[in-house]
């Protein structure tokens, strides 16, 4: 059965690359999407998603508030902070949180499948 995976982002685009690039895997089905981090604690909460990718700034909550709270939430449920700011302090912050892996929006898009693969089936085998 397909992983299902929840994208948030407050561009548009990004969310709408991000649907399809995950589309594109067999193995992966999109269950939704939001565009700020409060949007996504009700969405995460209603769909029960996988696998959850999001941005680090965002307008309303950002990605390390809604993050801090994702993981009280839903501690089971790994996190994939996806972004453009990928400063050692940032980093530094989501591993405290609880981000599970922090790959940059710079990076082949390759990359971020291939994690999300490692942390939805590490414990499969």
């Known amino acids: ?56 700034s965002m307008p309303i909550m950002n990605g390390l508030d809604a993050a801090r709270e994702l993981k009280q939430l839903m501690p089971t449920v790994p996190l994939i902070m996806y972004s453009s700011f990928g400063d050692a302090f940032a980093e530094h912050q989501a591993r405290v949180i609880g981000i599970s892996e922090v790959v940059s929006k710079s990076q082949p898009a390759a990359i971020l499948v291939s994690k999300a693969r490692s942390l939805l089936y590490r414990n499969a085998a």
Request: aromatic letters at 6%; glycine letters at 4%.
């Open 1 to 56: 059965m397909a992983k299902t995976i929840l994208v948030v982002d407050d561009s548009a685009y990004v969310r709408q690359a991000l649907c399809e690039l995950f589309q594109r895997e067999a193995d992966f089905e999109i269950c939704g999407e939001a565009e700020n981090g409060k949007e996504a604690i009700a969405k995460a909460l209603e769909l029960h998603p996988d696998l959850i990718v999001l941005d680090l």
